[in-house]
């Protein structure tokens, strides 16, 4: 990459570093919320062109509002007074020529655990100090170009406000650049965005959904609002860290990394991130004015009283609706979205073929026609008292059909499968002191485990139950596909 390029980041950094220590809280998210060709902001209503890890409240869909973000039933990050939506692209290793495609772990991603992301919160108001003001209802925006391929300089968005980090925990990385690096990254890599936060006062989205911000003039994290854009709204910075590690023998040329976005993006100049505001705006106000730390945790924030766990956190899931594989070995990226190494600004292609939104993918097992029991989700469980209580059993050849069967069997009108090889029966749920413990309607949860006897059904996970309630004797409701298939049609 050019000298220039690097040389105008480490100077950006300097100035970052000398810049006064400011209060600001760290939001890690733990599990993603959803990982599918969808956009709301930029294709609202249809399949995006390429692919996104989204992190965030339940409401998510390809058309939301902040209304339904804030009707959220959950969040896969951790405060619950935020139901926010965030999301970023999909980072995939390339073979040799392009010949196949194989997505990039998240950290903390790996047997049936989803990777997220970090958000940050600061509170960077300038040379002047200026009141920061919390996300006014509605507002949504993005920061960066997915179609960028070149620097754009410390002057003009994105610039510096994208940049990388080769994390290597021994000592010894190259230094904070604006572009994916050309080294093996040992603890993973870095990818960083920075989001405008001036505000014109006015519009919560426009045509291009990034006009009604700007950045700061002279430190694109920390300068003054321009006339045009008055308002100073509190600073979002968005962290997602990539296994590439993980393929570090895999590397077919010394000199250039195998990496590429879910766009097309080798230089990693397109890195971009999205936002949708789900605050409740009071709470955020609340924490924006008493959370004067600068240690960024959460916990010296005493707004968040009350968080979501990490368990709560990762069972937040809701179903794709694009009927396509986007991980494993893939012969192409997702979409239409062709190997671009810039230097140029890349032009979207427009001819590409239509990919309709399709049913919500099904993590359950349809009997209702043939046992008279029908799905009605995934239950959360704990080893030290069960949510079901009657009966339990275990088997290498367990099924749906042969959970369900037991627990008729016995009288119980409640089966839930756990493990892969568990059958749990009850005719109530016994639940947490601190909640219920029956699913929530719409979301996945942690049941992701084929069944021992059938790896074509799904038989909950761990800690986590997949629920089959009995309805003889009258029609089944069907309440599980009808609410699981709203996120097309809102």
């Not at 006064?20 to 249809?46: N, T």
């Not at 990693?268 to 106000?285: E, M, R, T």
């Not at 909950?460 to 309630?469: E, I, M, Q």
Request: proline content about 8%.
């Amino acid at each position: 990459m050019a000298p220039k390029t690097m040389l105008a980041t480490a100077c950006g950094l300097a100035t970052l570093l000398s810049a006064p220590v400011a209060a600001f809280w760290r939001m890690p998210c733990p599990g993603r919320l959803v990982l599918e060709r969808i956009d709301p902001l930029i294709f609202p209503g249809i399949v995006s062109p390429h692919v996104h890890t989204v992190s965030g409240g339940s409401g998510f869909g390809f058309e939301t509002s902040y209304e339904q973000q804030r009707a959220s039933a959950c969040s896969s990050c951790p405060v619950k007074q935020d139901l926010s939506a965030y999301w970023t692209p999909k980072l995939y290793y390339m073979g040799e020529g392009g010949s196949y495609f194989e997505d990039v772990p998240q950290a903390g991603e790996g047997n049936g655990v989803t990777g997220g992301m970090t958000v940050y919160y600061e509170q960077r108001g300038g040379p002047n100090n200026d009141k920061l003001q919390a996300f006014p209802p509605g507002l949504r925006f993005i920061a960066g170009d997915p179609f960028q391929r070149n620097y754009t300089g410390l002057e003009a968005a994105p610039g510096a406000a994208v940049s990388f980090v080769c994390l290597n925990y021994n000592g010894g990385g190259p230094p904070q650049a604006n572009y994916m690096p050309n080294v093996n990254c040992p603890d993973g890599l870095r990818a960083q965005v920075y989001f405008p936060s001036c505000w014109d006062g006015v519009n919560n989205d426009t045509a291009d959904h990034k006009s009604h911000m700007a950045y700061p003039i002279g430190s694109y994290d920390n300068g003054y609002c321009p006339a045009s854009h008055p308002v100073h709204l509190i600073s979002i910075f968005f962290e997602v860290i990539y296994q590439t590690g993980n393929f570090a023998d895999r590397w077919h040329s010394p000199n250039h990394h195998p990496f590429i976005f879910a766009s097309g993006d080798r230089t990693g100049y397109g890195f971009h991130g999205d936002f949708i505001n789900g605050w409740d705006v009071s709470a955020l106000q609340s924490a924006i004015d008493t959370c004067t730390k600068d240690s960024g945790s959460l916990s010296d924030c005493p707004v968040f009283d009350d968080l979501y766990s990490d368990a709560e956190c990762q069972a937040c899931k809701i179903p794709p609706q694009v009927n396509e594989p986007t991980t494993g070995n893939l012969s192409t990226l997702p979409g239409c979205n062709p190997v671009s190494n810039g230097p140029g600004h890349e032009t979207p292609i427009t001819t590409c073929a239509v990919t309709p939104i399709g049913s919500p993918t099904q993590y359950f097992t349809d009997v209702t026609s043939a046992l008279g029991w029908e799905y009605v989700g995934c239950a959360n469980d704990s080893l030290s008292e069960r949510t079901f209580q009657g009966s339990n059993s275990a088997s290498a050849s367990m099924t749906v059909e042969t959970c369900i069967a037991s627990c008729k069997a016995g009288g119980f009108s409640l089966a839930g499968l756990e493990f892969g090889s568990q059958c749990y029966c009850d005719n109530k749920y016994y639940d947490d002191p601190s909640g219920p413990r029956s699913p929530v309607p719409n979301l996945l949860g942690d049941c992701w485990q084929p069944c021992a006897g059938n790896g074509e059904q799904i038989c909950g996970g761990s800690a986590a139950l997949s629920v089959y309630k009995s309805c003889e004797g009258g029609a089944c409701s069907n309440d599980m596909f009808m609410l699981m298939g709203r996120r097309g049609r809102r």
